[in-house]
Structures are given as C-alpha cells and as structure tokens.
T-cell receptor
Framework: NAGVTQTPKFRILKIGQSMTLQCTQDMNHNYMYWYRQDPGMGLKLIYY???????DKGEVPNGYNVSRSTTEDFPLRLELAAPSQTSVYFC?????????????FGQGTRLTVV | GENVEQHPSTLSVQEGDSAVIKCTYS??????FPWYKQELGKRPQLIIDIRSNVGEKKDQRIAVTLNKTAKHFSLHITETQPEDSAVYFC?????????????FGTGTRLTIIP
C-alpha cells in the first residue's frame, strides 16, 4: 500500500525560482494538508483541502499556492522561492468521517533555498 | 482559530522511568486529540489518540488523559525504553465539516538515558 507519496524527497532551489511539491494519496481520503516543519520546530499548517475543488489557508500560507483538481492529488506551489521557505514539507491526508481519525503523513520533502 | 501549546520542549529521563508531556488547547469545540511520534528523519506517526467523550485511554506503556474543563491533555509513557527517544507532537482537531483543521503543538524532544 502506497499511502501518501511525496516527490521529490530533496530539492535545492535558488532564490526566485519556482517549483511544485507533489503529493498523492491512494486511500480515497477527502482531507489533505500541507505542513512545514522548520528545524527543531513543530508542524505549521500551510494549506488544507476538504475535497476536490475546495482549498483553504492555514497558519502560514504566504508564498504558497495549492490546487485540488482530484481527490488523489494536492500539489503545493512555490512561485518565488525565498530563504525563509527552507524547511521540511509534509503532506498528510485523512478520511471524511463523523468519527475523527488519524492523519497519514508522507515521508516529507526537504527543501533548501539558497 | 485553535492554538495548541506543548511543554516541555525537551525532556530527558532515565531508562525505566516515566515521561509526561502536557498540552493545552484554546478552542473548546476541539474534540479529537492525537499524539504523534517522529523519529529522526522520519514522518510523524500516530501513537495514540483520545476523543472528548473519554477522560483516559491506555495502550500498553502509553496513556493519554484529557481534562476538557481545563482544556489540558497529557501523554504518559511508563517504563521508558531507548526506542522511545523521539520528538512527540500533540494535536487538536474538531469536526466541523468543511473546516476540519488539525493543529499541532510545537513538539517535545524526549531523550531516554540508558
């Protein structure tokens, strides 16, 4: 079972470049999330989605964009990379359920902006 | 929005002793409180969770307690072992379809001293 898959695992970007972090899940989960984890820090919510076509901002959305055209995919776009965006990015998903359940995380993307 | 505070940020205990990590949350509507363990370089993984209709839950050496009135919840690890060394995150969530964020605490780095 693949679960939540993120690509790439590592990336180095130059200031001002753009890139898309890919996230796909094969569990038919409605909810998907993007978090960033700075060194020694907790997980901060960037964007989340409750289903295809619906996205909303989290705590730290500036500098990022998302889209959710299918249930499976939730890409995160960085348009003009800045050193402050150096972080580890985690994608997660949860099923739609009346009974709240755990979020499943991808393995993370380590991004360095130089 | 929800705000989750977690203490302590670092914790060292002798192997075999107990460890306690505490979290507080701000939104009284939150009704689901998971705990995640993140080993070095790995993704966060759920270790235990509790819902607001329950005061305590145990799973072998791990227990979680919830005080809804005080908006506190805690993780208790007994008979600690070297493999318990990791970063632990608490989180809070509430089921409001279309607005189901999962907010994390800042993490506790637990070190078990052999």
């Amino acid at each position: 079972n693949a679960g939540v898959t993120q690509t790439p695992k590592f990336r180095i970007l130059k200031i001002g470049q753009s890139m898309t972090l890919q996230c796909t899940q094969d569990m038919n989960h409605n909810y998907m999330y993007w978090y960033r984890q700075d060194p020694g820090m907790g997980l901060k919510l960037i964007y989340y989605s409750v289903g295809a076509g619906i996205t909303d901002k989290g705590e730290v959305p500036n500098g990022y964009n998302v889209s959710r055209s299918t249930t499976e995919d939730f890409p995160l776009r960085l348009e003009l990379a800045a050193p402050s965006q150096t972080s580890v990015y985690f994608c997660a998903s949860r099923p739609l359920s009346l009974r709240l359940t755990e979020a499943f995380f991808g393995q993370g993307t380590r991004l360095t902006v130089v | 929005g929800e705000n989750v505070e977690q203490h302590p940020s670092t914790l060292s205990v002798q192997e075999g002793d107990s460890a306690v990590i505490k979290c507080t949350y701000s939104d009284s509507a939150s009704n689901y409180f998971p705990w995640y363990k993140q080993e070095l370089g790995k993704r966060p993984q759920l270790i235990i969770d509790i819902r607001s209709n329950v005061g305590e839950k145990k799973d072998q050496r791990i227990a979680v307690t919830l005080n809804k009135t005080a908006k506190h919840f805690s993780l208790h690890i007994t008979e600690t072992q070297p493999e318990d060394s990791a970063v632990y995150f608490c989180a809070a969530s509430y089921s409001n379809f279309g607005n189901e964020k999962l907010t994390f605490g800042t993490g506790t780095r637990l070190t078990i001293i052999p």
